[in-house]
């Protein structure tokens, strides 16, 4: 049985392709066989990731853990239906010949695209990277503007819904578990920071996701993309890049915490490798 992670958020830049790629390779060094797919098919980071990690593996002659990577070939159609079923059809294809993979990790574009909502839909877990700002947080839910209180979800909720309502529909047994995590949190206690808190916990309840730890503001994340490297390769014996703060540390600690929370099967096999 295959476990499918999709990464979704139509808010673009919100962490998405590099929450993918530290999850995919912790997934691998837990000893599973990984797929990838990318359904960002116009920036195509994760796929960018995946080749520059390739590179840098020739350049240093050394062995990287890699997933078995299937492209979504997107349709060029003129009828809107007929460019749909075929863009299904791929993914089905897709995802049937990751099969034999214990974990499929889908990146999706910062939009609403045919190809996304599938994606959805197919999702035993959703994560849903969220800067900590408000304009992000209106994808999730609209607030009162003068109370500050929660007035109803939002495009990315209701999308996120629907799915988990067609998906039961379906008879496919288990629902879609979906985690929220707050990206790029600020090292200082803003009070932005606690209100964002205090909305997103209240709203967790209301809309049915649980909240995950988060994962700092940190320079590192976007110095490692053009080796192809994450966090989980840094550090022992033989490490391209040393873990050289206690920010990375602690970094590699939050990735370590998702993980964990995701609640994967195996999970144990996950945590013990993981550690
Ligand atoms: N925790 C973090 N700290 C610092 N920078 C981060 C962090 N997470 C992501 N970034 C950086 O933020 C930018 C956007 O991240 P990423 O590409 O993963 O987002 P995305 O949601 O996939 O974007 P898109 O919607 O465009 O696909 C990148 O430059 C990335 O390196
Ligand atoms: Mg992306």
């Known amino acids: 049985m295959t476990h ?39 920036q195509r980071s994760l796929t960018r990731y995946l080749e520059n990690r390739k590179k840098f593996s020739e350049l240093k002659g050394k062995e990287f853990d890699f997933p078995v990577v299937v492209e979504v070939e997107p349709s060029s159609l003129d009828s809107r239906e007929a460019s749909q079923q075929c863009e299904t059809e791929n993914l089905k294809n897709a995802l049937m010949s990751l099969e034999g993979c214990a974990f499929v990790v889908i990146d999706c574009p910062g939009a609403n695209t045919h190809l996304s909502r599938l994606a959805h839909l197919h999702a035993d877990t959703i994560i849903t990277p969220l800067n900590d700002s408000f304009v992000d947080f209106d994808l999730l839910a609209r607030l009162h503007p003068e109370t500050g209180k929660i007035a109803g979800p939002s495009l990315y909720s209701e999308m996120v819904w629907d799915a988990r309502k067609r998906r039961a529909m379906t008879g496919v047994p288990g629902g879609i578990d979906w985690i929220v995590l707050r990206n790029r949190l600020s090292a200082t206690r803003a009070n932005n920071k606690k209100n964002m808190g205090d909305k997103l916990e209240d709203l967790s309840g209301r809309i049915g996701f649980r909240l995950a730890r988060g994962f700092g503001d940190r320079v590192i994340y976007r110095e490692l993309f053009p080796m192809g490297l994450t966090l989980l390769d840094l550090g022992g014996k033989g490490s391209p890049v040393r873990l050289s703060t206690m920010s990375h540390v602690t970094a590699r600690l939050e990735i370590r915490s998702l993980v964990a929370l995701l609640n994967l099967p195996q999970a144990e096999e996950v945590h013990e490798q993981a550690a």
């Open 4 to 42: 499918v992670i999709v990464l979704g958020n139509e808010k673009g830049g919100s962490g998405k392709s590099t929450t993918a790629m530290h999850l995919i390779v912790a997934l691998l060094k837990s000893g599973h066989k990984v797929g990838a797919i990318d359904l960002d098919l116009r």
